[in-house]
């Protein structure tokens, strides 16, 4: 039987052309985050299967890619449980890898330390538009400042990215896990159901305010609290300023400190930014991971009709390995769709260094195809993108074949 020669579903083979454009944003990315500060770090593929499973990864660990155990740890004809057949998964985000690495690095990293982390991560979801089950993840993070600088810092070093990739008249959509919690508690709903009330808030954007209310009553939550939770979004949406809306509604439910973060995080954003976007207060934003704790964000892009990325502070996650917590924030660009927009709206690459293609005849004599990689050596020297090639016997389609690739100039060597 003839082997498989398509890539396993959800995980996709990179054609040359698009590889240049993923190359070009990584360095873009890479060399904008080193100007904020920002330091290049990598962890590994896989993790122990506890630190992954540890119900802080929302739905995603539903999704781990599971490894099983090898050689004699592996028995089969024993096993009890899946815990005796899996030790290790493969990662589905770069957050739970980065807390493990600081947790068993912090001594000899500074503090606050700013971390850039890119690699890929696997989930067991159902391919779609821009979601593969193997997919680049492209994060930076802030450990150590327990200040809203770390906030300030993120989007500003995100959306500045996003602008000099070619983005405009984007959203950065912004919210707190304590305003959420607060409009609950204050719309009378138990705080053992804010989970669940909040699941449904997550479909806001999908169903609207009137799918959000039979939900919720299906649920079985009482009318009035249902009632007096839905008016707050709708109060929200029509007054000039959300934020303070809900600070005077809501009153004691909602710490002053909160609300006077949120406005800083506003002023400082829009009076440094570079990029042309808006900084939007979004109550309906909850983000998946249960390990967030305060401000939470995410992009809206309008060609994608979806979100292109998101993070926020998570500063209870790194006590899960040290047993003392450390104020954490982080901001993830969505890397694979980024990509998939810019390849349908036909990127180019700007500045590329000149492509020459040298096409050696067949029997070219070896004495003088020294001379001739000399000539492509010193081209390359000098800055040139240069292939050196045999020549086909269908010379016409092999330089089409080439010119796809950006190869301007086609220099032959005949023997």
Same mark, same amino acid.
């Given at each position: 039987m003839a082997l498989k020669k398509k890539p396993v579903n959800g995980m996709k083979d990179i054609m040359p052309d698009e590889m240049q454009i993923r190359d070009y944003v990584q360095s873009v990315i890479k060399e904008t985050y080193r100007a904020f500060g920002f330091t290049p770090i990598e962890t590994p593929c896989m993790e122990d299967i506890a630190n992954l499973s540890n119900k802080q990864g929302g739905e995603n660990e539903k999704l781990i890619f599971k490894v099983l155990k090898r050689g004699e740890k592996l028995k089969l004809? /024993?096993?009890?449980?899946?815990?005796d057949l899996v030790d290790f998964g493969m990662r589905y985000?770069? /957050?739970?890898?980065?807390?493990?690495?600081?947790?068993?690095?912090?001594?000899?990293?500074?503090?606050?330390?700013?971390? *850039?982390?890119m690699g890929n991560v696997w989930r067991a $979801?159902?391919?779609?538009? @821009?979601?593969?089950? #193997?997919?680049? #993840?492209?994060?930076?993070?802030?450990?150590? =400042?327990?200040?809203?600088?770390?906030?300030?810092e993120l989007i500003l070093a995100t959306t500045t990215t996003l602008g000099k990739l070619g983005f405009k008249n984007f959203e950065i959509r912004i919210n707190e896990r304590r305003i959420l919690k607060a409009m609950a508690a204050y719309s009378g709903f138990?705080? =053992?159901?804010?989970?669940?009330?909040?699941?449904?808030? $997550?479909?806001?954007?999908?169903?609207?305010?009137? @799918?959000?209310? =039979?939900?919720?009553?299906?649920? @079985?939550?009482?009318?009035?609290?249902?009632?007096?939770?839905?008016?707050?979004?709708?109060?929200?949406? #029509?007054?000039?300023?959300?934020i303070s809306y809900l600070a005077d509604t809501l009153g004691d439910y909602l710490d002053a400190e909160i609300v006077q973060n949120m406005k800083e995080i506003a002023s400082a954003v829009n009076a440094t930014k570079t990029a042309s976007f808006e900084l939007v207060f979004d109550p309906t934003l909850v983000r998946g991971m249960s390990y967030y704790t305060g401000t939470i964000?995410?992009?809206?892009?309008?060609?994608?009709?979806?979100?292109?990325?998101?993070?926020?502070?998570? $500063?209870k996650m790194v006590g899960n390995f040290t047993g003392k917590d450390v104020p954490a924030c982080g901001f993830s660009i969505g890397f694979?769709?980024?990509? *998939?927009?810019?390849?349908e709206n036909g990127f180019q690459i700007p500045e590329q260094p000149k492509k020459t293609a040298y096409l050696?005849?067949?029997?070219?004599?070896? $004495?003088?195809?020294?001379?001739?990689?000399?000539?492509? #050596?010193? &081209?390359? &020297?000098?800055?040139?993108?240069?292939?050196?090639?045999?020549?086909n016997k269908n010379k016409k389609f092999q330089k089409e074949q080439l010119s796809k690739e950006g190869y301007e100039d086609f220099v032959e060597f005949f023997k």
């Amino acid at each position: 039987m003839a082997l498989k020669k398509k890539p396993v579903n959800g995980m996709k083979d990179i054609m040359p052309d698009e590889m240049q454009i993923r190359d070009y944003v990584q360095s873009v990315i890479k060399e904008t985050y080193r100007a904020f500060g920002f330091t290049p770090i990598e962890t590994p593929c896989m993790e122990d299967i506890a630190n992954l499973s540890n119900k802080q990864g929302g739905e995603n660990e539903k999704l781990i890619f599971k490894v099983l155990k090898r050689g004699e740890k592996l028995k089969l004809e /024993t096993a009890q449980s899946e815990a005796d057949l899996v030790d290790f998964g493969m990662r589905y985000d770069l /957050t739970v890898p980065l807390c493990r690495y600081y947790a068993n690095h912090a001594n000899d990293l500074p503090s606050p330390f700013k971390a *850039l982390q890119m690699g890929n991560v696997w989930r067991a $979801d159902r391919p779609q538009r @821009g979601r593969y089950r #193997q997919f680049m #993840q492209c994060d930076i993070d802030i450990l150590g =400042e327990p200040s809203n600088l770390a906030e300030i810092e993120l989007i500003l070093a995100t959306t500045t990215t996003l602008g000099k990739l070619g983005f405009k008249n984007f959203e950065i959509r912004i919210n707190e896990r304590r305003i959420l919690k607060a409009m609950a508690a204050y719309s009378g709903f138990a705080e =053992e159901e804010f989970d669940t009330v909040f699941i449904i808030l $997550d479909k806001m954007d999908k169903i609207g305010l009137e @799918g959000v209310a =039979e939900e919720l009553a299906k649920e @079985g939550y009482a009318q009035e609290a249902i009632d007096k939770y839905l008016s707050l979004f709708t109060g929200v949406e #029509q007054a000039e300023d959300g934020i303070s809306y809900l600070a005077d509604t809501l009153g004691d439910y909602l710490d002053a400190e909160i609300v006077q973060n949120m406005k800083e995080i506003a002023s400082a954003v829009n009076a440094t930014k570079t990029a042309s976007f808006e900084l939007v207060f979004d109550p309906t934003l909850v983000r998946g991971m249960s390990y967030y704790t305060g401000t939470i964000f995410e992009i809206a892009i309008p060609e994608f009709g979806g979100s292109c990325g998101g993070g926020g502070r998570y $500063d209870k996650m790194v006590g899960n390995f040290t047993g003392k917590d450390v104020p954490a924030c982080g901001f993830s660009i969505g890397f694979e769709r980024i990509i *998939l927009l810019l390849m349908e709206n036909g990127f180019q690459i700007p500045e590329q260094p000149k492509k020459t293609a040298y096409l050696i005849e067949k029997g070219y004599p070896g $004495d003088k195809l020294s001379e001739v990689i000399g000539q492509a #050596q010193q &081209a390359r &020297a000098n800055g040139e993108q240069v292939l050196v090639v045999r020549m086909n016997k269908n010379k016409k389609f092999q330089k089409e074949q080439l010119s796809k690739e950006g190869y301007e100039d086609f220099v032959e060597f005949f023997k």
